[in-house]
């Protein structure tokens, strides 16, 4: 990659695969828009196997990538520095590419879902349960844990994929279950979907995880409600686009300061216009 001025450096895109569906494009594209600046975001699709190539090819133009399934491993992997939220799932889901914090990784994913689940109404969350042991689960088990969860069950079809994530939830002091999909659940005050979009449980399972599960939110945004948001009871149900786009509004923060903390000019009015952009397809 040829290193050139970061002022220079203008070019932004959503990697994955698949990645048509992403509304990252349009969150980020009104997000320059309302801070005049003549940046462009596209999408594009890249395999696993080839991250490590398709990095490697970028030139100076280049300033920051953001990171869907099945790369965020991939780019956890190619990261030279990590922030701490990355460093504790084992995700990237944000890549500076060039200037002074060149190969440093984010996760966006956790402040994302706590400010979503937030602006839910769901300020204070003592138990939870999980659906999925995914890379995403990873991220939800710290925003749980940042709501005041104490304890978090997790519903995954393989046992043992619920290792690592108990082991995440003894280094933040979270006590982490595992259980199976057609087990007895107890009560919980949230449950957090991170399963592929399009998946429909069995409705007798579906139902007995929605009439001990407290209000839904679902990672899934496309289409919506999701096969599970149908599913569920008349509990409250949140779609992932909220933490699509508070997410997304903490990678404009690093694209823009190399800071997720770094507040934008009229952030505001910047959020409005990224809401805009998704809400009205």
């Known amino acids: 990659m040829t290193e050139v001025a970061i002022e220079t450096a203008t070019r932004l895109a ?15 594209s009104a997000a320059y828009r309302a801070l005049g600046l003549d940046w462009s975001y596209t999408r594009r699709q890249v395999a696993a196997e080839a991250f490590s190539a398709a990095i490697t090819g970028l030139d100076g133009s280049w300033r920051g990538l953001s990171l869907t399934m099945p790369l965020k491993e991939e780019a956890f992997r190619w990261a030279h520095t990590r922030d701490r939220a990355a460093t504790l799932t084992g995700a990237v889901n944000t890549l500076l590419v060039n200037g002074p914090l060149r190969g440093h990784g984010f996760n966006t ?6 400010a979503a689940l937030r602006e839910g109404g769901l300020q204070e969350i003592p138990r939870a349960r999980i659906l999925g042991a995914g890379a995403t689960a990873a991220s939800a088990i710290l925003a749980l844990a940042e709501l005041g969860a104490t304890r978090i069950d997790v519903v995954a079809r393989r046992p043992e994929a619920v290792t690592s994530l108990r082991a995440l939830g003894e280094e933040i002091g979270v006590a982490v279950d595992g259980s199976a999909f057609d087990a007895s659940h107890s009560t919980v005050d949230v449950t957090i979907a991170t399963l592929p979009s399009g998946i429909r449980l069995e409705p007798a399972i579906s139902r007995a995880l929605g009439d001990a599960g407290g209000a839904l939110f679902d ?3 496309a289409p919506w409600p999701s096969a599970l948001a149908e599913q569920w009871t008349d509990a409250p149900r ?9 997410q997304a509004v903490v990678q404009v923060r690093i694209f823009l300061h190399g800071d997720p903390l770094a507040v934008l000019d009229d952030e505001e009015t910047v959020v409005a216009e990224m809401r805009a952009a998704v809400m009205g397809d």
């Open 14 to 28: 959503v990697w994955g695969d698949p990645v048509s569906h992403s509304r990252s494009p349009q969150l980020h």
């Open 109 to 114: 994913d956790i402040a994302g879902l706590v």
């Open 219 to 221: 990672a899934a945004y």
């Open 238 to 246: 949140l779609s992932g686009i909220g933490m699509l786009l508070h």
